[in-house]
């Protein structure tokens, strides 16, 4: 998960957008590395990956509203099948002990963080 954490910050710190092909592909990686270690995730990957599905979720849902036809439903299918996954985190989470402002916290520290890393760059 942290190849996914560190394309996500890049990709957080882009000008531009990347292409319908790229988000897709992006979208497919994550699916199937969470597919494989879903279940096995230590408290810290569980923040990764909670991260990176919530933007991706975030980014799709804006894309499935900019866009038209087939690929505005793709967009859609795309966050409603993360969802499940972000919903599961967010639980496993809340059972360690976390609250929702504690998970708003974290991000805003995990989107500095991406900030301070492009911009060593």
């Not at 569980?46 to 919530?54: D, N, P, R, T």
């Amino acid at each position: 998960m942290q190849a996914q954490y560190n394309k996500i910050q890049q990709f957080l710190n882009m000008e531009e957008e990347i292409s319908f092909k790229d988000f897709q592909a992006f979208y497919k990686e994550v699916v199937d590395e969470l597919s494989t270690i879903h279940q096995g995730m230590d408290e810290e990957t569980l923040w990764k990956a909670l991260f990176v599905v919530e933007n991706i979720i975030s980014n799709a849902d804006g894309r499935a509203e900019e866009t038209k036809g087939a690929e505005s439903k793709k967009y859609s299918k795309m966050s409603q099948r993360l969802q499940l996954y972000a919903k599961n985190f967010g639980i496993r989470l809340g059972e360690a002990g976390y609250t929702e402002e504690d998970i708003n916290e974290r991000f805003k520290q995990m989107f500095a963080e991406g900030e301070e890393t492009i911009a060593a760059k």
